[in-house]
């Protein structure tokens, strides 16, 4: 009777208590995201890189014709800014014999440009203004980041040629990042060329604002952007000459360190289909540029080609 009467009614006073304790100390965590202008709740995430912790953007300017452009890493970052450079200064840029397919090792003046480097409250603020940005789906970006800074110059870690040591320390360096984005903690080399797409740019406050070119490895798909690049620079008012020019060397040229022809790249591309724990941390870091920015999701593992998560009912 004793039992039945008090120490039964206790413990399951206790494991209510201990229940509700343990969601206010570890709440669920949970990501809102837009996706066809729908909001959609995910939860039970917590082992992701969530989207839109936004970090330091390169951001360039010509203002002559109301265009700005972002440099996200490893996404034709190096031709968003020398297309950019062109456009801020024609006749400086033909002066100085530059051209799109120059490398960073290349300096050109309009770098060192305030003007160049940072749009103006005007430019941001008048509704003329076009932005464009070069994306690119998020696994065969890391495969460029992989062959061209962890392969090439061996700047991962300790890792070298070690991918699944890569795509651990980026997950362990992004999620710091994450946890700590109240600090604003200062991003290292290698985080600025692996946060997902929608860290850059100022994506978390003024996405549908930009102009976004993807860019694929064949040459079609480039095609496409760079046709689309040019479609812009008219309605802004861009010379056919200079149009052209831009269409013909970025179509015709490949930067030093381009990566989407090699045989290296062939066996690193091996990898990401086929070791699980390379995929399990890829999909961990990259699953929501996939939604973020509408990227076919074939290449991703089943359940993740799925809509798997909770939508809000509708009223």
Request: charged content about 25%.
């Amino acid at each position: 009777m004793f039992w039945r009467n008090y120490i039964f009614p206790l413990c399951i006073g206790a494991l209510i208590l201990g229940t509700y304790l343990y969601r206010f100390l570890f709440p669920e965590v949970r990501f809102t995201v837009f996706l066809n202008d729908r909001e959609v709740n995910f939860t039970g995430v917590e082992d992701f890189i969530p989207p839109y912790v936004n970090i330091v953007s390169d951001f360039f300017v010509a203002s002559n014709y109301k265009m700005m452009s972002c440099g996200i890493r490893k996404s034709m970052s190096q031709l968003a800014t020398n297309t950019m450079c062109l456009l801020h200064d024609e006749a400086r840029f033909l002066r100085e014999n530059h051209n799109l397919n120059e490398t960073w090792a290349e300096q050109q003046s309009c770098q060192d440009n305030q003007e160049f480097r940072k749009p103006s409250e005007d430019l941001l603020n008048n509704p003329e203004t076009i932005r464009f940005a070069f994306i690119r789906d998020p696994i065969e970006r890391f495969v460029s980041l992989y062959l061209d800074k962890c392969v090439k110059e061996e700047s991962c870690w300790a890792c070298k040629s070690d991918m699944r040591c890569v795509v651990q320390e980026i997950y362990k360096s992004l999620k710091h990042l994450k946890n700590h984005k109240d600090r604003n903690p200062i991003p290292t080399y290698m985080d600025l060329h692996a946060a997902p797409l929608s860290w850059n740019c100022n994506f978390d406050k003024d996405l549908s604002k930009w102009n976004l070119l993807m860019m694929g490895a064949d040459a079609e798909e480039r095609k496409s952007s760079i046709l689309q690049l040019g479609n812009i620079m008219k309605r802004q008012g861009v010379s056919d000459n200079v149009v052209q020019m831009v269409q013909e060397q970025s179509l015709a040229g490949e930067t030093a360190h381009s990566t989407h022809k090699s045989t290296r790249r062939l066996e690193a591309e091996r990898q990401v289909r086929e070791d699980p724990v390379v995929r399990d941390y890829l999909h961990k870091i990259y699953f929501f540029d996939y939604l973020v920015f509408l990227f076919n999701r074939q290449r991703l593992d089943a359940k993740y080609q799925t809509d798997f998560w909770k939508v809000p009912e509708q009223n």
